[in-house]
């Protein structure tokens, strides 16, 4: 069973970074693409960033600021997240579309999600 992990939530000031990172557990025969969601209580899940090969693509709330990128030998995705505002506080989950063998189906997958916290 596959399970993304994720790392490098936390606390930090308004104006301040941090650096997410997610990668998968064993059993990943090929990665698709990937993601950076956030979730707030009350709203709806929100597409941050999102990369597939050399594309990417951001929520507009978060262009300019928010970069997303990927290491294939690695098979990890990073989210580094500059100027944060309080709006940016969220639980922030990694999103891959995966197939666990050459001949499987494409899987959908979800982290557990990371707290990123802005607060002075």
């Known amino acids: 069973q596959v399970q993304l992990v994720e790392s490098g939530g936390g606390l930090v000031q308004p104006g301040g970074s941090l650096r997410l990172s997610c990668a998968p557990s064993?059993?990943?025969?090929?990665?698709?693409?990937m993601g950076w969601y956030r979730q707030v209580p009350g709203k709806q899940r929100e597409l941050v960033a999102h990369i597939i090969g050399d594309a990417t693509r951001y929520a507009d709330s978060v262009k300019g600021r928010f970069t997303i990128s990927k290491n294939n030998a690695a098979n990890t995705v990073y989210l580094q997240m500059d100027s944060l505002t309080f709006e940016d506080t969220a639980v922030y989950l990694c999103?891959?579309?995966?197939?666990?063998?050459?001949?499987?189906?494409?899987?959908?997958?979800w982290g557990q999600g990371t707290q990123v916290t802005v607060s002075s």
């Open positions: 064993d059993g990943v025969f090929k990665i698709l693409d």
């Open positions: 999103n891959a579309h995966i197939k666990t063998t050459w001949n499987s189906g494409t899987f959908n997958y």
